[in-house]
Nanobody, 115 residues
Framework: QVQLVESGGGLVQPGGSLRLSCAAS????????SSWYRQAPGKERERVATITRGGSTDYADSVKGRFTISRDNGKNTVYLQMPSVEPEDTGVYYC?????????WGQGTQVTVSS
């Protein structure tokens, strides 16, 4: 069983920054593709960023050029650096990893961008 624990969310003003962390149980994040998703109130969950086993990254158009996904293999942790946040970035952010035939999710961390 894979466990993912997100942290780093909170209330931030527009233009501010946050760094989300996703810690995994065991050394799996460096073996499989990991992603960050988010779900805004009243909207469907959407993919934000992905990092592959080889370290390639991909982003949703809405965050491309602003957010950065990265990984620390030694800490079994994936990060989402979120500078210059906007109110539209508000939502619950989830970490996920696809292991062979099953996708695992964390419990999510709330990000609220408001003045």
């Amino acid at each position: 069983q894979v466990q993912l624990v997100e942290s780093g969310g909170g209330l931030v003003q527009p233009g501010g920054s946050l760094r989300l962390s996703c810690a995994a149980s065991g050394s799996i994040l460096n073996l499989y593709t990991s992603s960050w998703y988010r779900q805004a109130p009243g909207k469907e969950r959407e993919r934000v960023a992905t990092i592959t086993r080889g370290g390639s990254t991909d982003y949703a158009d809405s965050v491309k050029g602003r957010f950065t996904i990265s990984r620390d293999n030694g800490k079994n942790t994936v990060y989402l650096q979120m500078p210059s946040v906007e109110p539209e970035d508000t939502g619950v952010y989830y970490c996920t990893v696809f292991v062979i035939t099953r996708r695992f999710w964390g419990q999510g961390t709330q990000v609220t961008v408001s003045s």
